[in-house]
């Protein structure tokens, strides 16, 4: 698996509720039956709600009314029966009443995006549309703290049919469609909000003006762009996080340099902004820039989504001190990738400390332990507890894997790191030598999958029909590395690929299952990482927008001297990076 560390799209929302309850839907105001939502929930584990729910829908307002009144004191009942009283005050023509009522049940429960909905009606009704459709921002801010972009956004298109210089429909809906992956429409959503903020703040107005004559030639946003429809409406708040999300976008169109720009925009505006920060640091490595990009990176533990946890251990975190004689835990963070392509750095801090502890989860510790550690470097399994490193020694330091670079002042110039420097253990090379016996031609491992669940995955991974023309090569037995789901597409495509996943018990097997291969052919996954480690010529296959350590636009990498890149030449291009693989192969085998 590789990094952890993604998704990189805030939510710039302006109006963001407390908390959210992922089952709830909304409502009009004035439908008495709850078409299977939260309503029936909360129904199902209190029969006197339920009772009340019953006679509700039956039409029975004053009986409803009265049981709701009886059940509101009781704390988990408060916020959902002062809706149910506003539900039947807004069905007596008291809209008045109904909203307030609504607002009341929104202080203390701000995630039922039914609340909202109906609020926004009983204001509408009032004459109240300004107050309506503030109603629905929020509406569509609860739906998107709860991940339903895809109901979020119609609401943000409806708000702006009534108004088209809503700031905040602009900016979520642009956000939402981030998170969706639809980059192509999110980068316009985004930019008429930010064009609009513009009109309030005249520093924007002139960064827009330095941003958008690129986007507008590129065709990423039409040319009318640039012109507010008038004069913003409704809060206008939070640009620094649509900017964040915009950078995002933009990076994924393959615009680096205006998403850079987008960034440090942020961070001016916000400077304590981490998800900009985090953004920024990605960007910056990208480019090569070791040294601030290594600095921003340090925000990712402020960043309140970053995946790993910050881990609080009862000793300093090491920040350069003098390690002469002192013991240091380096513990491993995100991916498997991450810790074979940063593990060198682990045993640099051994040079300069008495002893370094190099903590790993569990499928990567014979791997280490028998192939990786030696002399003052000793590897040890992370338990379970974040609090606790499975180990008797005392230690007086800790520091994050992948914030080495950052404390050794690590440039691009010092890449590679070292030679290969993880081999498998020697009982688990003797197995596997035996399993591949009597192979003919060459030995070719593939892996065409990362872990489904990374935020990046859809770009990244691709299915083996893709890769079905590499396998008219003649002179090649195929093995399958790949792991996880995307394993079961061998039974579909019916390409003639050696299983080698059910041996692997951890990455130790792994290891020595590629030191009997002559070529590694993987997507950017831990499969790649390991190979290149190993030193073992490794081809990559890459997105045209690829992750920040592959760099921009090389054929190799720093990292590893054994790796082969092939990039996608446009978004989406998998066809282009087989046929350049095929040739390749093709030679090869010649």
Known sequence: MAKAAAPTRSQGQTRAPTRAQPQAQAQAQGTAQAQGTFLDLVAATVPLFAAALEAHRQGQLSRARAAYLE?????????????????????????????????????????????????????????????????????????????????????????????????????????????????????????????????????????????????????????????????????????????????????????????????????????????????????????????????????????????????????????????????????????????????????????????????????QVRLFKEGFAGGNLEVVERTRNADIVATLKPYHYVVPLMSLPARLSLSLDELPLCGPYIKPPTAARAQWTKRFAGAKGRKIGLAWAGRPTHAEDRKRSLTLERLRALFLVDGITWYSLQVGPASAQMAETKLPLVDLAPHFNDFADTAAAIAELDVVIAVDTAVAHLGAAMGKPVWILLPAVADWRWLQARPDSPWYPSVRLFRQPRIGDWDSVVAEVLRVLTELVR
């Open 71 to 363: 059940l509101m004191d009781q704390p988990n009942l408060t916020a959902v029966c002062l809706h149910q009283l506003g539900v039947v005050a807004g069905q007596q023509g008291d809209h008045k009443r109904a909203a307030e009522l609504f607002q009341r049940a929104i202080r203390i429960d701000g995630g039922q995006p039914m609340f909202y909905q109906n609020l926004s009606v009983s204001l509408e009704r009032l004459g109240n549309k300004a107050g309506a459709l503030d109603a629905l921002i929020d509406l569509g801010c609860a739906l998107q703290k709860a991940e339903r972009h895809d109901q979020a956004i119609p609401i943000y298109r409806r708000i702006l049919a009534a108004d088209a210089c809503r700031y905040a429909a602009y900016v979520n809906m642009g956000t939402g469609l981030a998170w969706l992956g639809d980059t192509q429409n999110a980068v316009p959503a985004l930019l008429r909000g930010a064009v609009l903020h513009g009109e309030v703040k005249p520093e924007l107005k002139l960064f827009l003006a330095e941003l958008l004559p690129s986007l507008i030639a590129g065709g990423a946003v039409p040319p009318d762009i640039a012109k507010a429809p008038g004069q913003p409406t409704g809060r206008v708040e939070m640009i620094e996080h649509a900017l964040a999300s915009l950078g995002k976008a933009l990076t994924e169109l393959g615009y680096h340099e205006e998403a850079v720009k987008c960034y440090r925009m942020a961070v001016e505006i916000e400077p304590g902004l981490p998800l900009a920060h985090w953004n920024l640091s990605l960007a910056l490595l990208t480019e090569g820039d070791f040294a601030q990009g290594w600095r921003e990176y340090e925000w990712r533990w402020r960043w309140d989504k970053f995946p790993d946890p910050h881990r609080r251990l009862p000793v300093p975190e090491w920040r350069g001190q003098p390690l002469a004689g002192k013991t240091v835990v380096v513990y491993a963070e995100q991916g498997y990738g991450d810790t074979i392509q940063f593990a060198p750095l682990a045993r640099r801090l051994a040079e300069q400390a008495g002893e370094v502890l190099f903590e790993v989860t569990t499928p």
